[in-house]
């Protein structure tokens, strides 16, 4: 048998083994097999890379590197990933069996991400404050906050990292990621670009390994001073009651149950295909997945047709093919896990439209057919928990207050999409929805300038956007007695 590839850890400049030396595999969701393994850390790894971000932010120059330089150097880092984009791509996909094409738009557009925040280097600054005593000045001046633990899920692992990567370094923080246990290599070959472009030794690290021991000692460190968090409830809470030993800041991205909500007078054609690419693009594993759709008594049967029409067209299989629309689900947690849900939606009254098992010509790898669920109402588990997968819940309206109280009948609130003409009407219902993201007569449509967040389970803080920057910074007043 060949040996796998074998990917280290990066701390301070250096790839290194773990402490105890062990490995893990690594799998192909395409195949079901181990294709790589990857550094197994645990505490004492952690350590020694929070130590040498903390050695790092103290005394590396970077803190004190002008903003003109720091951002040069974040642009280079976005320049070289520009140029190593199809590798990153490739792996990617590998790991993680997000389709190629999609990787390949996604990876280009990653480098205006640090593009954006190398450009806002310069443009941050403090203001001086109108003091009403003569003799007295003040002024206030912007801070890094000092090490900043990142940990990302599974689903897009360069995508989530990129969003906390590059404000977090051009506030001048250093910075520990922990990337997903089940997709840790597209980030690893992300970190040779860093070393390529310069970074001082200790900026960044990667310590790769399991939530326990590897995320729990990450975030209970006493040197870290922020934890940005993409992830699950469960692990958030378990974050959130670590942060409070240190008192380290936090910033959660959770889950949603996104609704997408059709009026009478939308365009069917558009809606549908709006739907279809919320909920099934990333075989629904996005957290802004347009899980739930409310479609209008009145259009409800021609955008049915369309869905069910267009989603029976849908091509699964390899996702190396540039020909195919979904690929297989990430783990094989993931499948069961929307196995059981779709079990769930049957047994609570759901009738299946579409899909609702695993397609019988891909025997290999972790494939589910895009499933449509029709409901009554409101009520069933599958319309109100978030499932990760490619089910989509479909559920009739009769007027826009009974629809803004369906939409908002969930404990998340990160994003929502709109299909109207009235535009009217889109203002009124962007602003009664509870969502961090509304989008009108589009889906899933994203931009460095735009920040991304929830509220309720969803979590809170802001990640992209200017925004982002001021969760990695720290204002501090100066006064002069003149
Ligand atoms: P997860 O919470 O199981 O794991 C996320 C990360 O946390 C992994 O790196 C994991 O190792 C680590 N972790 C697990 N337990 C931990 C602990 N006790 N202490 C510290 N770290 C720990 O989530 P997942 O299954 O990888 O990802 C799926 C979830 O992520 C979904 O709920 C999805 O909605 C959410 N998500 C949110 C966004 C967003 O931007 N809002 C984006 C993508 C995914």
């Not at 070959?189 to 690290?205: D, R, T």
Request: aromatic share 10%; net charge negative.
């Amino acid at each position: 048998m060949t040996e796998l590839k074998k990917y280290q850890m990066y701390i301070n400049g250096e790839w290194v083994e773990s402490a105890s030396g062990e490995y893990f595999d690594s799998y192909n969701p395409a195949t079901g097999e181990a294709w790589c393994q990857v550094a197994k850390g645990n505490a004492e790894d952690v350590d020694r890379a929070v130590q040498s971000a903390h050695n790092a932010f103290l005394h590396s120059g970077w803190v004190n590197m002008t903003f003109t330089e720091r951002g040069r150097l974040v642009r280079k880092l976005g320049e070289l990933i520009a140029e190593h984009a199809e590798e990153l791509a490739e792996v990617e996909t590998l790991d993680n069996g997000k389709l190629i094409r999609e990787m390949r738009g996604q990876v280009k557009y990653l480098p205006e991400f640090f593009y954006y925040y190398a450009g806002l280097a310069d443009k941050i600054h403090g203001r001086t404050l109108p003091i009403d005593k003569n003799d007295m000045f003040a002024f206030t001046s912007k801070e890094p906050l000092g090490v900043v633990a990142a940990i990302t899920p599974w689903n897009s692992p360069l995508y989530l990292t990129t969003l906390k990567l590059a404000p977090a370094l051009i506030a001048g923080n250093t910075i520990v990621i922990k990337p997903s246990e089940m997709t840790s290599a597209s980030l690893l070959e992300l970190v040779k670009l860093v070393e390529k472009a310069g970074f001082p030794p200790g900026v960044v690290n990667v310590v790769t390994g399991f939530g326990m021991p590897v995320g729990d000692s990450l975030t209970s460190h006493p040197l870290v001073r922020r934890i940005a968090f993409t992830g699950g409830s469960e692990s958030a809470r378990h974050i959130v009651r670590n942060s409070a030993q240190n008192f380290a800041q936090v910033s959660l991205e959770l889950g949603g149950k996104s609704p997408n909500i059709v009026f009478e007078d939308a365009n069917p054609d558009n809606a549908a295909m709006g739907i279809i690419a919320g909920i099934f693009g990333a075989s629904g594993q996005s957290c802004v997945a347009g899980s739930r759709a409310f479609l209008h008594v009145d259009i409800y049967d021609k955008v049915m047709q369309k869905l069910v029409d267009r989603v029976s067209q849908i091509k699964i299989g390899d996702p190396f093919q540039n020909e195919t629309e979904m690929g297989p689900l990430a783990t094989q947690a993931q499948l069961e896990r929307v196995e059981k849900y779709v079990s769930i939606g049957l047994d609570e009254g759901g009738k299946l439209v579409h899909g609702g098992k695993r397609p019988k010509q891909l025997e290999k790898g972790w494939y589910f057919e895009p499933t449509i669920f029709e409901h009554t109402d409101n009520k069933s588990r599958i319309t109100k928990e978030e499932i990760f997968g490619p089910v989509l819940s479909v559920i009739p309206f009769k007027d826009e207050a009974e629809v803004i109280q369906l939409a908002n009948s969930t404990d998340y609130g990160l994003a929502a999409g709109i299909w109207v003409s009235d535009i009217a009407k889109a203002h009124r219902v962007a602003k009664a929805i509870r969502a961090g993201i509304v989008w009108v007569n589009t889906y899933r449509s994203i931009s460095p300038i735009a920040a991304i967040g929830g509220s309720g389970l969803s979590g809170y803080g802001r990640e992209g956007g200017y925004e982002a920057i001021h969760e990695y910074m720290q204002d501090k007043v100066v006064w002069i007695n003149t």
